[in-house]
């Protein structure tokens, strides 16, 4: 059994030179996270590694100490001091690169978690954010755990058998819950459009935010949709409440809903808790191409920053810092062209800052980093309609890509297109 261990206990089990897993999403130990506060010196000389997800975890783990650090392949708000300071290791990684980065790194001396109270078995749950849990666990000698009793773990997932776990903390709080994005005019639009453009029975990906919502939202009078995606909502529980989503037509995972996290409200995680229909897995399963490739009509949906002339896309990239990361989207773009019937769709709003920047611009700023090839591209999707790209000539990309630009900047991207054309090769 694990020992129970206090804030004094942590520096002996910490020491300069430490290197900890920690998961990120609705699975941070926040509980944890206090612990670490109240006896912040231990943590001098450690490394954090975690991917974060903006809007969900706030905790800086390297602001525990001037020589802590945290390494991560996903940019957020509350680590920007961390970089200014240089005390952040930015990873440029996709999610399915990060689960073999995880699993086969030099071992990690220690593994945070967040899990269930035990069942009669001695076994530990894991709770709505799975998509590295089994790398961290599988490379970490030692395994340091919260017991949340609030948490209600997936009806599917793995646990752990407590006598696995070294040192625990016993706490009691709600989970990390995201609300709901508001859907204006332009992600309504948007999701419209996208949702014309999916066919009955198709398998989807989406998401966090509003267009992804909007998207989903539009799909209300679809029917025997499948989903294997990195994350099920609110608005994805809703489609499987309608009878709209019901995975009857995947060729794997027939009838279940794949996903390696679960966002939003309480309400999902209660959903979610009692239905076996949802299925937990690892971004090794849920973003790895050859399980994708056994899927017809894959439909990857996700959104960028901003789009160049030919089709590339940054979309973790913004005046001249890193905002966020490769994320998913690179492995489920690239994925959908292995599945029959796949499609990869690039979901965005024309403009910025109130209409006053194009999204879709002649080429990027110098030093920004291209997210997605212009050979991963498929389709491009703003409120002003469809843009197919794929198998195009690059002329023909940039006539498609100004036609769906906002109107305003449309006879400017028409120059630089022109320039673009005149200019030699």
Request: proline share 5%.
């Amino acid at each position: 059994m694990p020992k129970l261990i206090t804030a004094s206990d942590l520096r002996d089990i910490l020491r300069p030179g430490v290197r900890i897993a920690v998961p990120g999403g609705v699975g941070e130990p926040t509980g944890l996270i206090e612990l670490l506060r109240e006896a912040p010196e231990a943590a001098a000389g450690v490394t954090f590694y975690q991917f974060p997800l903006a809007g969900l975890n706030h905790f800086d783990y390297s602001s525990l100490d001037n020589t802590t650090r945290i390494c991560t392949p996903f940019m957020a708000p509350h680590l920007r001091a961390a970089e200014e300071s240089g005390r952040l290791e930015f990873i440029p990684v996709s999610m399915r690169q990060m689960y073999d980065y995880f699993a086969r790194a030099p071992q990690f001396d220690l593994c945070l978690l967040q899990l269930a109270p035990p069942d009669a078995s001695d076994m530990a749950k894991h709770g709505f954010s799975f998509d590295f849990i089994e790398a961290m666990v599988g490379n970490s000698k030692r395994l340091l755990a919260e017991i949340n009793a609030q948490l209600r773990p997936p009806a599917g997932v793995p646990g752990i058998a407590m006598d696995e776990i070294d040192y625990a903390v016993e706490t009691s709080h709600a989970i990390i819950e995201m609300p709901a994005p508001k859907i204006d005019e332009t992600a309504h639009a948007i999701g419209q459009h996208v949702a014309d453009f999916i066919p009955d029975g198709a398998c989807l990906q989406t998401g966090i935010g509003s267009i992804p919502a909007a998207v989903l939202a539009g799909l209300s009078e679809h029917s025997d949709l499948g989903m294997h995606s990195g994350l099920i909502d609110d608005a994805g529980m809703e489609l499987v409440q309608r009878g709209n989503l019901t995975g009857r037509q995947k060729a794997i995972d027939r009838g279940q809903h794949v996903a390696c996290m679960a966002i939003g409200s309480q309400s999902l995680y209660d959903w979610v808790a009692d239905n076996r229909q949802i299925v937990l897995r690892g971004a090794n399963y849920t973003h790895e191409a050859r399980i994708i490739a056994e899927l017809d009509d894959f439909y990857s949906i996700n959104s960028a920053i901003e789009i160049d002339l030919s089709g590339q896309v940054n979309a973790e990239w913004v005046g001249g810092r890193q905002v966020s990361g490769t994320g998913g989207s690179v492995d489920f773009m690239r994925a959908a062209t292995f599945s029959r019937g796949g499609r990869s769709i690039i979901a965005l709003a024309s403009t910025a800052k109130g209409g006053a920047r194009s999204r879709i611009v002649r080429k990027f700023a110098e030093g920004t980093p291209v997210t997605a090839l212009r050979t991963d591209v498929d389709t491009i999707v703003t409120e002003h309609g469809v843009a197919e790209l794929k198998g195009q000539s690059l002329q023909a990309r940039r006539e498609r890509l100004i036609a769906v630009a906002a109107p305003q900047f449309r006879d400017q991207l028409q120059e630089d297109s022109r320039a673009t054309n005149s200019a030699p090769t």
